[in-house]
């Protein structure tokens, strides 16, 4: 059995090799078409057109200002278009007429003096509806171009209002600081003033005082002359008061003295001597007189020294009070309002996958139209190769072999997935090579969803085989149900693209579920697990066909259609 | 269904226990509302070649379908090798040599990749296969263009290599489906040796045709089928004689014959007569001389004579009559 497998695949591969038209068919064609597709269909999938794919873009400067210089500076930047600068509106119609160009931009006479005046502006596009993709990158370029514009006219103008701002606060500041310093002036003055005040009453308390001592001291000092002129003239008139009361005391102390000696001489005998004669008493007030002084004398005679003459108040200076000068009390002055224009909104485009946000055409054309060759490939190598068969007489012989039937069916569709897995990875080495395609973080992953779609292709080649009786019959409804599969799948263009209702219409296709899986290996950079699911709906939708085309396979057979 | 005046077909029932490769009793195949086959019976022993005759319709290449286990029979008892159809079919396949009207033959391999294809289909191994080519490639005179791709090959090699597929693995039974349509003499005289060195081999050869020529070169009994049915078998000779049909004379004559130029010879007598044309039926050979003697007696001068014997020709279109069965052929093609 599995020799028998075994010749019967090689055979198949063998009549496959044969075929150059065939083999030109699996693998030329596709590339061809996926090269065409890919250049002419850049603009479908959002890549940016380069070289020969850039649009051509007449630009009419009618402004000749500022504003139509940096417009046409910018788009002699841009890579996306070719310009062609025309002198006149209707140069550049003539272009769209001819079908040169798909839109031109005209700008305005006075289009930069409407903004330099604040005025608003308008940029004209002139368009050729046909070229709707053209118009619309053309319009989305022109949009971002008016936006840089008027970004960096916002720009301008709000790092003017932003200079204007900074010079209001630095005058207000200014001027709260004039102000403090002119407070701070009349506050000094005031202060000043005080002081003076302060000093000129202190001076006046000072002169006052100074003044009311002087006259004390005078007083106290005639006051004084006076009672010692007096003490003077009392002890002069004393002296000889005093000198006898001294004489007279002397005399005393040496009678006391001789009378001691005495005493001392009469021995024994002093104590019966008489007592002298006491000598008289001096009247106190004599002792007083003689023993005071000048002062207690002055004192006691003319009692003492005068009280301090009651002097009349002076008058006192009444200084004018300071003057309060009022504060510098300014209104609060209110902050600068920082006024700011609507600032812009910018559109940050971030690939939620991580990938990169601009899309390699080619990542989805390989995979499409390797899907959609692959699946026509199936068509012409399983149902043709089956009618082959049968119109060449050899199924009529096989099933007359000891060799089971089932066997040649087998190695027939065995040999296909092998064509079928090969067809796609040289087409997907060829993309990789020649277009730069993405084969996703893991290259092998693209098995899964390649050997799925293979098998469902396979598989669906028996189905359209055991349908359709004639080649005739083949190639119409082959064609009509993979071109349908195909286009309806995603293969020729983003399934986005298509209507709500459609892409559920579209599940039911298995090339939906293989591009999906290639969309999310090889532009949405996951991993393998976002392909399994794809590849067992795939798996699922081959078992199904294979079942089909072999109950149609057996009873067409049986019945010896 | 004999018409009348026809043969009644006899049916035939008596096999050969031991050599008997292929025994076919009260066959029936129908194809929707019609009968292909209504309870054919026929046997075929080892070494020997049976023809299967019938005009376009009969129901030949159904009985062959069967025989080769492409198609179920509806009723009847199909032997093949000694295994029972559809019961054995897989054992039956091991001795059958199945060689169908259509070139079975994949146009752009070479000869000797076909032929070692249908020889691992054929359950030999890759050496034997090999040299089994080999060994038939030489049989149908290929040997020198085994390795050219078969596109490239006239009608005659396809069908001496279409032959040769079938008889790669020796099989016991040989099933030929009209072999020689369209094929130069040179190769018909290929494929009869082929297929008579086959039979020497002991194989039990079922062969269909048109061609009554082949018939009676090469094979030694004959299954005349029409409508489904057996209206005819045996020997070449048993058939002849079973239509008891004589030998005629056609005479081309610058002039006309008289009337009653004839009516001297009891053994022959004109059954068709035209303008200086005439068809004139004699009880034997023998009769022959007398007639032509007669025509020239008459006056007649002989451009041209044809003698006419019975044949299996005469056999078929006795039995089957002369209508076309385009119609009929087109819908058992279907």
């Known amino acids: ?561 | 269904m004999a018409r009348d005046g026809w043969i009644a077909a006899p049916r035939v029932s008596v096999y050969a226990a031991v050599d008997t490769a292929i025994e076919v009793d009260a066959l029936e195949k129908r194809y929707g509302a019609r009968q292909a086959l209504g309870g054919v019976s026929f046997s075929v022993a080892r070494g020997e070649i049976v023809a299967l005759l019938g005009p376009n319709g009969a129901g030949k290449s159904t009985t062959l379908s069967i025989l080769a286990t492409i198609l179920s029979a509806d009723a009847g008892t199909v032997r093949v090798g000694g295994h029972r159809l559809p019961a054995e079919a897989r054992a039956a396949r091991r001795t059958i040599g199945y060689v169908p009207q259509r070139e079975a033959l994949y146009p752009p391999l070479t000869a000797r990749e076909n032929l070692r294809f249908f020889a691992r289909m054929a359950e030999l191994d890759p050496a034997t296969s090999r040299s089994a080519s080999a060994r038939v490639l030489e049989i149908v005179a290929l040997d020198g263009r085994a390795d050219e791709p078969v596109a490239g090959f006239s009608l005659g090699m396809r069908r001496r290599l279409n032959l040769a597929c079938g008889m790669i693995h020796r099989p016991r039974v040989l099933l030929l489906d009209e072999p020689t349509v369209g094929v130069d003499p040179q190769s018909r005289e290929r494929i009869f040796e082929a297929v008579a060195g086959l039979a020497s081999e002991g194989a039990a050869i079922l062969y269909s045709t048109h061609y009554m020529e082949e018939v009676e070169r090469l094979c030694s009994r004959v299954v005349l089928l029409d409508e489904g049915k057996i209206v005819a078998a045996g020997t070449v000779e048993e058939l002849v004689a079973g239509i008891q049909s004589l030998p005629s004379i056609r005479l081309t004559t610058a002039r006309p014959l008289p009337s009653q130029w004839l009516s001297k010879l009891e053994a022959a007598r004109v059954v068709r007569h035209g303008a200086g044309d005439l068809e004139i039926e004699v009880a034997g050979l023998a009769d022959v001389p007398a007639v032509l003697l007669a025509a020239v007696q008459a006056g007649g001068e002989i451009l041209d004579m044809r003698l006419h014997r019975p044949n299996l020709a005469d056999v078929f279109f006795t039995m089957t009559g002369r209508a076309l069965r385009d119609e009929r052929s087109e819908a058992e093609s279907r």
């Open chain 1, 1 to 561: 059995m599995l020799g028998a497998l075994g010749a019967a695949l090689a055979k198949d591969l063998r009549l496959l090799l044969r075929d150059r038209i065939g083999l030109v068919f699996l693998t030329v064609a596709p590339m061809i078409v996926i090269s065409v597709a890919g250049v002419s269909l850049a603009s479908l999938y959002g890549a940016d057109p380069r070289g020969a794919t850039a649009y051509v873009l007449p630009l009419v400067d009618e402004d000749g200002g500022p504003i139509g210089a940096a417009i046409r500076e910018r788009l002699e930047h841009e890579s996306a278009i070719t310009l062609r600068l025309t002198p006149s509106r209707a140069e550049a119609l003539a272009l769209l007429e001819r079908r040169e160009a798909g839109a031109a931009l005209v700008i305005p006479a006075g289009t930069s003096r409407a903004q330099e005046e604040g005025r608003g502006s308008t940029l004209l596009l002139l368009t050729d509806p046909v070229k709707y993709l053209e118009i619309a990158n053309l319009r989305g370029l022109v949009q971002e171009l008016r936006h840089a514009i008027e970004k960096e006219a916002r720009r301008r103008a709000a790092a003017r209002l932003e200079e204007g701002r900074d010079a209001a606060e630095r005058t207000r500041k200014e001027f709260a600081r004039a102000a403090g310093e002119a407070q701070h002036a009349i506050d000094a003055f005031r202060a000043a003033l005080t002081q003076l005040r302060t000093a000129a009453e202190e001076r006046s308390r000072a002169g006052r005082a100074g003044a009311e001592r002087q006259l004390r001291d005078g007083l106290a000092r005639a006051s004084a002359e006076r009672r010692r002129e007096v003490a003077e003239r009392v002890s002069a008139e004393l002296a000889p008061v005093r000198d006898f009361l001294a004489a007279l005391s002397e005399r005393q102390r040496a009678f006391e003295d001789w009378l001691a000696r005495v005493r001392v001489q009469a021995g024994t005998l002093a104590d019966r001597m008489p007592a002298p004669p006491a000598p008289p008493e001096l009247p106190l007030e004599l002792q007083r007189l003689a023993a005071d002084g000048p002062e207690a004398l002055i004192d006691r005679l003319a009692g003492p020294a005068e009280p301090p003459i009651e002097l009349p108040p002076f008058p006192e200076i009444d200084l004018p009070a300071v003057p309060q000068p009022p504060r510098v009390e300014l209104p609060p002055l209110p902050e600068v309002p920082a006024v700011a224009l609507p600032g812009t909104i910018e559109i940050e485009e971030s690939s939620a996958t991580g990938a990169p946000r601009r899309l390699n055409t080619f990542d989805q054309n390989v995979p499409g139209f390797s899907v959609t060759f692959l699946l026509l490939g199936m068509l012409l190598g399983v149902s043709l190769a089956l009618l082959d068969e049968r119109d060449w007489g050899t199924f009529e012989r096989l099933r007359s072999m000891p060799a089971p039937f089932s066997t040649v069916l087998v190695a027939k569709l065995l040999s296909r997935v092998l064509v079928g897995v090969t067809q796609m990875v040289l087409l997907f080495a060829v993309g990789r090579a020649t277009f730069g395609i993405s084969l996703g973080p893991e290259p092998w992953a693209l098995l899964l969803p390649t050997t799925g779609i293979v098998f469902a292709g396979t598989a669906f080649g028996l189905v359209v085989a055991a349908s359709a009786t004639t080649r005739e019959a083949v190639l119409p409804l082959g064609s009509i149900v993979i071109v349908t599969m195909a286009a309806v799948g995603g293969c020729w263009w983003p399934i986005d693209l298509e209507p709500r209702w459609m892409r559920s219409v579209a599940l039911a296709f298995p090339t939906t579920w293989a591009m999906a899986a290639y969309n999310d290996l090889m532009i949405r950079r996951q991993s393998l697990r976002a392909a399994l699911w794809p590849t067992a709906v795939l798996y699922g939708y081959g078992s199904l066909y294979l079942a089909l085309g072999l109950w149609l396979f057996r009873r067409r057979e049986l019945r010896g259609g």
